[in-house]
């Protein structure tokens, strides 16, 4: 029997800038989206979504 070798957790990484930079965009906007949607449900899942987008929104930051 041959060795297996699981692929879960692995990363590919992304070779161009712009593709980076949309992706973020994609991710930074998804993320308000939710935030914005549990506002007044689920204050703890709102403000994990408010984090997640302002570490994207640093990271955009820096990229540009």
Do not use: R, W
């Amino acid at each position: 029997m041959e060795k297996q070798y699981c692929k879960v957790g692995t990363v590919t990484p992304i070779a161009a800038k712009a593709d980076v930079i949309t992706l973020l965009e994609y991710q930074y906007q998804n993320f308000v989206d939710k935030a914005s949607k549990m506002k007044y449900s689920n204050t703890k899942l709102t403000e994990f979504f408010e984090h997640k987008a302002q570490k994207i929104q640093k990271s955009l930051e820096n990229l540009v």
